[in-house]
């Protein structure tokens, strides 16, 4: 049998040694820039939304700082709270005003706005103050019955002023007469409809929170009772 190598063995079984070595070269490089893949789906963790109040509105950790809830002045009243600023403070504070002048004097205890998270109840309608889109007046009377007739008739009034974005606990399930909350979410147009039309009414002489508007008059009452139907509904 002839053992001898001739050249052309040589040369041919080189060049296939060196294909091979550089096709298993290539795969080692290739392999070593294609993404890693999870150990587990589990190990893919989405961002963490943040958390909410009932109405959706982001809940803020603090007030006046690094937030988008600060103190704002009641302009008026001598009255303070933090709220949510820009529409929703237009909204509350038009509330507010309105309260003080025409149902009853607030007094500076008497008011409460933003709200640690920790002291609200989560999903519920209280945990809007935790968000600043909430405001309490006298926070001991949340039971039913602790308006007069015609305060109910004027606080009817300045909800219909409001257009339906503010709702009043006393007409929850769950009834909290202290309780006044926006009734929209952050992406409702309205909300910020309603902050420009009462902006622009405390710009306007005649116009706004305490001028003494006839409530007892029959477009404000069926107004005012159109929008309680369908918030109790």
């Given at each position: 049998?002839?053992?001898?190598?001739?050249?052309?063995?040589?040369?041919?079984?080189?060049?296939?040694?060196?294909?091979?070595?550089a096709?298993?070269?290539?795969?080692?490089?290739?392999?070593?820039?294609?993404?890693?893949?999870?150990?587990?789906?589990?190990?893919?963790r989405?961002?963490?939304?943040?958390?909410?109040?009932?109405?959706?509105?982001?809940?803020?950790?603090?007030a006046?700082?690094?937030?988008?809830?600060?103190?704002?002045?009641?302009?008026?009243?001598?009255?303070?709270?933090?709220?949510?600023?820009?529409?929703v403070?237009?909204?509350?504070?038009?509330?507010?005003?309105?309260?003080?002048?025409?149902?009853?004097?607030?007094?500076?205890?008497?008011?409460?706005?933003?709200?640690?998270?920790?002291?609200?109840?989560?999903?519920?309608?209280?945990?809007?103050?935790?968000?600043?889109?909430?405001?309490?007046?006298?926070?001991g009377?949340?039971?039913?019955?602790?308006?007069?007739?015609?305060?109910?008739?004027?606080?009817?009034?300045?909800?219909a002023?409001?257009?339906?974005?503010?709702?009043?606990g006393?007409?929850?399930?769950?009834?909290?007469?202290?309780?006044?909350?926006?009734?929209?979410?952050?992406?409702?147009?309205?909300?910020?409809?309603?902050?420009?039309?009462?902006?622009?009414?405390?710009?306007?002489?005649?116009?706004?929170?305490?001028?003494?508007?006839d409530?007892?008059?029959?477009?404000?009452?069926t107004?005012?009772?159109?929008?309680?139907?369908?918030?109790r509904?």
């Amino acid at each position: 049998m002839n053992h001898r190598l001739t050249r052309r063995t040589v040369l041919r079984t080189a060049a296939v040694t060196g294909a091979a070595a550089a096709v298993t070269g290539a795969a080692a490089a290739a392999s070593s820039v294609l993404p890693t893949a999870p150990a587990s789906a589990r190990e893919v963790r989405k961002p963490k939304r943040p958390a909410t109040s009932q109405n959706g509105w982001t809940i803020q950790v603090n007030a006046d700082l690094d937030s988008q809830v600060w103190t704002r002045t009641v302009a008026g009243t001598g009255l303070s709270v933090p709220v949510w600023i820009g529409d929703v403070e237009a909204i509350l504070l038009h509330t507010i005003r309105r309260f003080h002048y025409e149902i009853e004097e607030i007094r500076p205890n008497d008011l409460v706005g933003w709200t640690p998270a920790k002291e609200v109840r989560k999903h519920s309608p209280e945990s809007n103050l935790a968000s600043g889109t909430a405001v309490r007046i006298r926070p001991g009377a949340r039971a039913r019955g602790g308006f007069f007739p015609l305060q109910e008739l004027v606080l009817r009034d300045i909800l219909a002023d409001c257009e339906g974005m503010v709702r009043w606990g006393g007409d929850d399930r769950e009834v909290d007469e202290s309780l006044f909350y926006i009734a929209a979410g952050p992406l409702d147009e309205q909300v910020k409809v309603i902050g420009d039309k009462l902006r622009g009414w405390e710009a306007s002489p005649g116009e706004g929170a305490g001028i003494g508007v006839d409530v007892l008059s029959r477009s404000r009452r069926t107004r005012a009772a159109d929008l309680a139907h369908r918030q109790r509904r």
